[in-house]
């Protein structure tokens, strides 16, 4: 049974820990790109991210005015130097944006006599803002035409969860090495396209 857990606790009110990591709202994923933060959070500022019992809204105390947006029209948030991104009203922190999205999203997994947070893995490509559970199957039909990279996912990675390894030495999660070592092939071979 899952169950979504909190990303931050339920209606916290969060302020600056330090002010050297930027924080605030991306409106739109074009903003998100452009690293353009809408409401760029000071230390006086605060952002309640209203987590608990599937909250539609962020309320930000920004510059001393009080403004609320809805999250199914925001984009995501920075904060303490990560990125999280909206989906269906819950927040998605953003692993690696080098060719598609990678996310993982935190939830309450029985372990024994109760629950544990554990992460769970998305993924997203360019041409869809869906967010899609990281499996090979998943994988394997969002990319048809880049057999190279479907072959390579069975060949490497005998469950899904082994998709999220990471590989320290190349600072890259080995799905990513994949994914662009197909990229190469063909642009190397265009007559395989």
């Known amino acids: 049974?899952?169950?979504?857990?909190?990303?931050?606790?339920?209606?916290?009110?969060?302020?600056?820990?330090?002010?050297?990591?930027?924080?605030?709202?991306?409106?739109?994923?074009q903003d998100y790109k452009a690293n353009k933060l809408n409401y760029n959070l000071n230390n006086d500022d605060k952002m309640v991210l209203n987590e608990f019992l599937d909250g539609k809204n962020v309320r930000l105390t920004y510059h001393g005015k009080k403004i609320k947006l809805a999250k199914n029209e925001i984009y995501g948030?920075?904060?303490?130097?990560?990125?999280?991104?909206?989906?269906?009203?819950?927040?998605?922190?953003?692993?690696?944006?080098?060719?598609?999205?990678?996310y993982s999203h935190q939830t309450l997994r029985q372990q024994g006599k109760g629950y544990k947070p554990l992460p769970q893995y998305f993924y997203s490509t360019n041409s869809s803002p869906m967010l899609l559970e990281l499996t090979i199957e998943n994988l394997w039909n969002s990319f048809p035409e880049q057999p190279g990279f479907r072959y390579s996912l069975q060949n490497y990675f005998n469950k899904n969860g082994n998709l999220m390894e990471y590989d320290k030495p190349s600072n890259m999660y080995k799905i990513k090495y994949l994914y662009f070592q197909q990229k190469q092939v063909l642009a190397a071979h265009p007559k395989f396209q």
Do not use: P
């Open 1 to 29: 049974m899952l169950i979504t857990t909190l990303m931050v606790t339920s209606c916290t009110s969060l302020t600056a820990q330090n002010s050297k990591f930027s924080r605030g709202i991306y409106l739109t994923e």
């Open 77 to 102: 948030y920075r904060l303490n130097n990560q990125t999280f991104r909206f989906y269906h009203n819950e927040a998605y922190r953003i692993l690696d944006t080098a060719g598609f999205m990678l």
